[in-house]
Each structure stands twice: as C-alpha cells, then as structure tokens.
C-alpha cells in the first residue's frame, strides 16, 4: 500500500540549531512530493514541493527538502532555527496514476527553545 | 481574493444531530476537496470533487454526505454526528494539474466540531 512515513512526531531543537524533519515514501515510481506547515489554529501552508524538476528543492522560510530516490526519502531542512518555525509539518504525497489526491504523513511538531 | 473559506470556525453538536460545513474558494480552482485532522494520524481525505457535479469517496468517507453546489462552493454533511466525528476540518482545492502550480492544495482555516 501507498504510504508516507514521517520520523519522530516531536522533535525540539534549540533557536540557531539545524532543523531536519524526515519523510520516507513507499513507491516505486517517483511521486510528486509536498511539505506543509501548520501553525496554530491555523490552515496548511505549502512550504515546498518537489515535481522532478530538480532534486534540491528551495521553500519558503529557508527551508529545504532533498529528494532522494535511492532512499524514498524527502526530508526537510533549514539550517538555523528561528523561534518562529515552531508549528506541525507535514510531507505529503502524490502518487502518479491517481487523480490529485494527497497522502499525508501523521506531522512532526517542532518546538523551538531559546 | 480570501482564498478558501470555511464556516463555521467552531461547533458543538450532540449525537445525532445534524450539520453542514460550507466551503468557498475564489481561486477559479476545478478540484475541491474535505479532509479531517486528528491528532497522531495527519490528514485524511473524506471525500473529492474533481469539477462542477462530481463527487467522489476518499480514505474516510463514512457517515459524511457532500455536496459540490457550483464551482465555488462544496460543503460536507454530517447526517446523524458521533463522538468519532470530533475532528477538526479542513476544506482545500487545487491548482490545475499542469503549470508551476500544478498539484498544489490550498486549505481553508478549518472548522472544529466537538460532537458530545
């Protein structure tokens, strides 16, 4: 079955720390790739996606997610932490053959701390 | 433009009465979509419209009726509410398949029901 794996629903990294947020996805064939972010009582916002264009995909906020096919992977990255960047992301995913329906991970909450 | 639009933002309701969420979007977007937020488990999509007059199940689509009213507008129905349905819920639509914003979802602010 079609799924998409985040590492670690809490993760809490110190302000002006790295941020790495992991996403493993199970195809064999590349699908389109998202992160999302949610910030309290808020709707999601797209921070990034990767659609084959190029491995190395540039977002918003400083972020960053690497697609690697080798390793069904697409983490998220940004390397300094802002206290700002506390919220819940999400990867989601497309998997190519079906209409437009995303699959979501379960989210990663980070705290940031001074 | 507001972008997507949900009503109401907060809701309490008993087992077995009924509601409907409203859902609007600006953007000119074919594809809408509901979803329920539930913590630990992510997004799960309760069901689609790929345009005007079609409607379609997703992962979750028990005890959930919709209803896609023209192009802009596509609510979600809970017929007789259960305790399993205190959810928060988020309404979205899609940029169309092709171009640089293909694929993408934008979502509403979502509408928090507590059903007791």
């Known amino acids: 079955a079609q799924s998409v794996t985040q590492l670690g629903s809490h993760v809490s990294v110190s302000e002006g720390a790295l941020v790495l947020l992991r996403c493993n996805y199970s195809s064999s064939v590349p699908p389109y790739l998202f992160w999302y972010v949610q910030y309290p009582n808020q709707g999601l916002q797209l921070l990034l996606k990767?659609?084959?264009?190029?491995?190395l995909v540039k977002g918003i906020n400083g972020f960053e997610a690497e697609f690697k096919k080798s390793e069904t992977s697409f983490h998220l990255t940004k390397p300094s932490a802002h206290m700002s960047d506390a919220a819940e992301y999400f990867c989601a995913v497309r998997f190519s053959g079906g209409y437009n329906k995303l699959i979501f991970g379960a989210g990663t909450r980070l705290a940031v701390h001074p | 433009n507001a972008g997507v639009t949900q009503t109401p933002k907060f809701q309490v309701l008993k087992t077995g009465q009924s509601m409907t969420l409203q859902c609007a979007q600006d953007?000119?977007?074919?594809?809408m979509y509901w979803y329920r937020q539930d913590p630990g488990m992510g997004l799960r999509l309760i069901y689609y419209?790929?345009?005007?007059?079609?409607?379609d199940k997703g992962e979750v689509p028990n005890g959930y009726n919709v209803s896609r009213l023209n192009k802009r507008e596509f609510s979600l129905r809970l017929e007789s509410a259960a305790p399993s349905q205190t959810s928060v819920y988020f309404c979205?639509?899609?940029?169309?398949?092709?171009?640089?914003?293909?694929?993408?979802?934008?979502f509403g602010p979502g509408t928090r029901l507590t059903v007791l």
């Open positions: 979205a639509s899609s940029a169309p398949t092709s171009g640089l914003y293909a694929d993408t979802q934008y």
């Open positions: 419209s790929a345009s005007e007059g079609t409607t």
């Open positions: 990767y659609t084959s264009a190029a491995t």
């Open positions: 953007m000119n977007h074919n594809s």
